[in-house]
């Protein structure tokens, strides 16, 4: 029987799930110059990427998209993970002290820098923020891009929900108290109240 080939995309350095392969620059993969390129089509049955698209240049972010759809086989689904702009600013604007904003803390002195940052560098959108984000997605431009590159099927989807029970499985979070990652599982209960997420099934 033909193995399984599974994809994570920016995983962390610490995740690891059997028939899966993470491909992660901390682990000496680098998605922003290699794309897929190593990855034939129609070869991968599921990608999963969490908080790192937005870590990439829109434009170079658009042909990895692209690449995901190239990879994937007949009704192979592709789930994207991201800080969900229209949050933060609903929540900054409306005065909120829970949810998107509630640990900026960490981050910013204010939660107007939190915010700013989260959206990439006001010196340029060719340069990466502090936290090295380029760009500050939507649901609607994501769903532009996937439709731009030949996904027909996309689902919005909520939490530890997927059209794959594959996907429903939360992250598992490894020990560091500061900064815990995930070491399995998909959906990080720590970014819940600031992400959105999509799914693109290959039709």
Same mark, same amino acid.
């Given at each position: 029987?033909?193995?399984?080939?599974?994809?994570?995309?920016?995983?962390?350095?610490?995740?690891?799930?059997?028939?899966?392969?993470?491909?992660?620059?901390?682990?000496?993969?680098?998605?922003?110059?290699?794309?897929?390129?190593?990855?034939?089509?129609?070869?991968?049955?599921?990608?999963?990427?969490?908080?790192?698209?937005?870590?990439?240049?829109?434009?170079?972010?658009?042909?990895?998209?692209?690449?995901?759809?190239?990879?994937?086989?007949?009704?192979?689904?592709?789930?994207?993970?991201?800080?969900?702009?229209?949050?933060?600013?609903?929540?900054?604007?409306?005065?909120?002290?829970?949810?998107?904003?509630?640990?900026?803390?960490?981050?910013?002195?204010?939660?107007?820098?939190?915010?700013?940052?989260?959206?990439?560098?006001?010196?340029?959108?060719?340069?990466?923020?502090?936290?090295?984000?380029?760009?500050?997605?939507?649901?609607?431009?994501?769903?532009?891009?996937?439709?731009?590159?030949?996904?027909?099927?996309?689902?919005?989807?909520?939490?530890?929900?997927?059209?794959?029970?594959?996907?429903?499985?939360?992250?598992?979070?490894?020990?560091? $108290?500061?900064?815990?990652? $995930?070491?399995?599982?998909?959906?990080?209960?720590?970014?819940?109240?600031?992400?959105?997420?999509?799914?693109?099934?290959?039709?």
């Amino acid at each position: 029987m033909e193995k399984e080939l599974n994809l994570n995309l920016g995983g962390g350095k610490f995740w690891k799930m059997n028939s899966w392969v993470n491909l992660e620059q901390e682990l000496g993969y680098d998605l922003s110059k290699n794309l897929l390129s190593q990855i034939i089509d129609d070869s991968v049955s599921k990608i999963y990427t969490s908080h790192c698209l937005e870590h990439i240049p829109p434009i170079t972010m658009f042909r990895l998209v692209r690449d995901c759809r190239r990879v994937l086989k007949q009704n192979g689904i592709l789930r994207i993970v991201m800080p969900d702009c229209e949050k933060f600013i609903s929540a900054l604007i409306n005065g909120e002290r829970k949810g998107a904003l509630e640990d900026y803390k960490l981050f910013a002195k204010t939660r107007y820098e939190y915010v700013i940052n989260m959206g990439g560098n006001t010196k340029g959108l060719d340069l990466p923020s502090p936290y090295g984000h380029f760009f500050f997605w939507t649901v609607h431009n994501l769903c532009w891009v996937l439709l731009a590159v030949g996904f027909t099927d996309i689902h919005i989807q909520d939490f530890g929900k997927s059209v794959d029970p594959v996907f429903e499985t939360i992250a598992v979070l490894g020990v560091n $108290p500061n900064n815990p990652q $995930p070491v399995s599982g998909f959906d990080n209960p720590r970014q819940r109240s600031h992400s959105f997420y999509i799914e693109a099934v290959k039709s």
